[in-house]
């Protein structure tokens, strides 16, 4: 169907709309074509007579001088939607969003929310409040449903801004409204719940005498002090014996005293940390097992002493006494001491608050300050624990009816067996739990000591006391000699 020359774009336009009505976008591509055509020649024909340029012999258009009016060019199709060429030669169109509602006295109104025109969204901010007071919803523009509480939106790669997961808030971080596209971060002493909407307080702990683990603890070390102070009252009783008597009672004493005291220290790590007792608690274990160990220590070496005095021409008797035992002790719990002063004038140890460290807690504990420090007087007493092993081992086979160096080697290799089996268990537990390694390890290295040392004696003293006899202590010494 050709066009005549002299119609107009618009006659045309009504005589072949119905015959192109079959195949709406080849109308479309025709009309722009034409329009642009139209466009291109007015334009040209302007320029002529303003210029005063001849009609007859002048050249064709080229297709690439239509480009500037398929740019610019747009007119209305059927649909009233304005069309034009984007600047890649593909169809547009501008378009409106309208809304129909019922107005109260029952006639329908349409409403213009919004104009998409060149590409470009433009809401009509009139609208919207009188849609707000109808009562009508605005139209949605997403792919997905709401993000509800708790959760957090995050965008699909490669997909529209309106498409997204749902995804829950990262740890520690809670929201309380509906598609939100960052979580808030909860206070330090509160932790988001469950479901991620709201923060409550942590929960405070630390090792209570009201915990089922602190009574427990608590309980044992009052028991082993009460057995403590029941072998100590037995010694005093019967000072005068043989089994009492026998290598250096007084350092039988000093131990005693010392394992009270351990017992007693373990009430220093049960309880809210406090700055007194954070400062006292490891500074007094410590020292009061280094007097524990020293005096074994010093046992130990008067059983060797003792035994090499007793061949003929040895010079070893004039170095027995209390002066070596009790210049063993003081020596080996000065360096302790010393360690301990060092320790509280660099970095002393203070109470904290651990915020982190267990979810939905605070552990109140004592930050050991200086950490190195604390691992230099384990490894000191481990020291002294390794030297007293020694002697007791290498003198074990020494002849006599009660020979204590036996007694002495298997506390020391319970001793040992603890606070070797304590350092990895402590560096492995956290809050509460790690101040009970360490109570645990105080008072089962104590109870050690106390059992392998005093228990036999006690025995012989109480229920054999046909055998708390020099005679007896005796007998087998004068054979092997």
């Known amino acids: 169907m050709r066009c005549t020359q002299k119609a107009p774009l618009e006659t045309q336009e009504k005589r072949n709309r119905r015959w192109f009505s079959n195949n709406y976008d080849f109308y479309s591509l025709l009309k722009t074509l034409a329009h642009v055509l139209n466009a291109a020649y007015s334009s040209r024909s302007r320029r002529r007579r303003t210029e005063g340029e001849k009609r007859s012999g002048s050249p064709r258009l080229q297709p690439w001088q239509f480009h500037p009016f398929l740019e610019k060019n747009e007119f209305w199709n059927i649909s009233e939607n304005k069309l034009y060429l984007d ?10 969003i309208k ?3 019922v107005l109260p006295n029952g006639h329908f109104k349409r409403e213009t929310l919004a104009y998409f025109e060149r590409q470009r969204l433009s809401i009509n901010q009139d609208a919207l409040p009188r849609l707000k007071l109808l009562n009508k919803s605005l139209p ?52 988001p719940n469950e479901r991620r909407v709201q923060c409550i ?34 010694f005093i009783k019967y000072r005068e014996t043989p089994i009492v008597k026998a290598n250096n009672r007084d350092l039988s004493y ?31 274990f410590s020292i009061i097992f280094s007097v524990a160990v020293s005096s074994l220590l010093a046992k130990t070496i008067t059983v060797v002493l003792a035994f090499l005095a007793t061949k003929p021409g040895n010079q070893m008797k004039r170095w027995l006494g209390k002066s070596l035992a009790n210049s063993i002790i003081l020596s080996s719990s000065a360096v302790q001491i010393v360690i301990c002063s060092i320790w509280l004038a660099v970095s002393p140890p203070f109470p904290e608050s651990d915020l982190h460290s267990q979810h939905g807690e605070i552990i109140l504990q004592c930050n050991e300050g200086a950490v190195v ?45 603890v606070w070797v089996t304590f350092v990895p268990t402590y560096l492995s537990t956290k809050g509460k739990y790690m101040v009970a390694v360490q109570i645990f390890s105080i008072l089962a290295s104590s109870a050690g000591l106390l ?25 087998r010494t004068n054979v092997k000699t």
């Open 87 to 96: 600047q890649n030669g593909e169809i547009k169109a501008d378009f409106s």
């Open 99 to 101: 809304s129909d509602f």
């Open 140 to 191: 949605e523009s997403q792919c997905v449903e709401s993000c509800h509480p708790g959760f957090v939106k995050r965008t699909r790669e490669g997909e529209p801004v309106c498409c997204y997961d749902c995804v829950p808030c990262p740890e520690g971080t809670f929201s309380t409204q509906e598609d939100t596209k960052k979580c808030t971060k909860c206070p330090d002493d509160k932790y």
């Open 201 to 234: 307080p942590k929960v405070i702990t630390f090792l209570s005498y009201e915990d089922f683990l602190g009574i427990i603890l608590a309980s044992f070390a009052l028991l082993l002090f009460l057995i403590t102070d029941l072998v100590l009252i037995i």
């Open 254 to 284: 000093i131990l005693l005293v010392s394992l009270l005291l351990c017992f007693l220290s373990s009430s220093l790590f049960i309880g809210q940390p406090r700055k007194a007792t954070c400062l006292l608690r490891q500074m007094v």
């Open 373 to 417: 420090m604390f691992y230099v007087t384990l490894s000191y007493m481990g020291f002294l624990a390794a030297i007293c092993f020694t002697v007791a081992f290498l003198a074990r086979n020494l002849p006599g009816a009660f020979n204590e160096a036996k007694l002495i080697t298997f506390s020391m290799l319970v001793f040992c067996s």
């Open 451 to 475: 059992g392998c040392i005093f228990i036999p004696k006690c025995y012989i003293i109480l229920l054999r006391p046909d055998l708390n006899t020099k005679e007896h202590l005796t007998a």
